[in-house]
């Protein structure tokens, strides 16, 4: 059996397809602690594989709301990452890092940091950043595609989201921040 903690409130998707966007004081206030969250799991060898709305909880308590990840039914222990077969693809396609598109058996906690820059985007600006009308479109986009800035969209108007989203979403793995505390940090 499996004990968990009884979780009140929806799913960021739940909230998004509601209210389209969140404010940028509620993504700041919400993602700070998901980032250290994250972080944690990565410190462990944990690379979630699967970062999205569906499986980002806002937990609702009398005192606060906070953002849960949950469903780490894909994750992968960096210890075991070599045993992950080529050709086997896993992940949601809207928010998988081009080298989970690639090539699964280079898949590092760098991909968990793209999809949570395709999270931040798509919460911020009520759209996904790279989008298409089938699946190799997407995954075209993922590997080549560079979305509008925030700037751009006329959110953000300061332009302070725009150098931090457009790291995370950075085709190459190692151009993306070091960690996901590092994210919290600049958030």
Do not use: W
Not at 70 to 88: E, N, P, R, Y
Not at 107 to 126: C, K, R, W
């Amino acid at each position: 059996f499996l004990i968990s903690e009884l979780l009140i409130g929806e799913s960021l998707k739940q909230r998004l397809e509601r209210c389209k966007l969140l404010d940028l004081d509620q993504t700041v206030r919400l993602f700070i602690p998901l980032c250290y969250a994250l972080s944690e799991a990565h410190k462990f060898g944990v690379i979630h594989r699967d970062l999205k709305p569906d499986n980002l909880f806002l937990h609702k308590t009398e005192e606060e709301e906070r953002l849960i990840l949950i469903d780490f039914g894909i994750a992968k222990s960096m210890s075991d990452i070599h045993l992950t077969q080529t050709g086997q693809i896993f992940g949601t396609p809207h928010y998988m890092a081009p080298e989970q598109i690639r090539e699964s058996k280079e898949v590092t906690y760098h991909a968990d940091l793209y999809s949570l820059g395709v999270v931040l985007y798509e919460t911020i600006s009520g759209r996904r950043p790279f989008v298409g009308e089938s699946l190799y479109d997407i995954f075209e986009e993922h590997i080549k595609g560079t979305p509008p800035s925030l700037t751009d969209l006329g959110l953000n108007k300061e332009g302070v989201f725009d150098p931090l989203i457009m790291r995370l979403l950075s085709k190459d793995p190692y151009r993306r921040p070091v960690s996901a505390r590092e994210v919290a940090l600049a958030l």
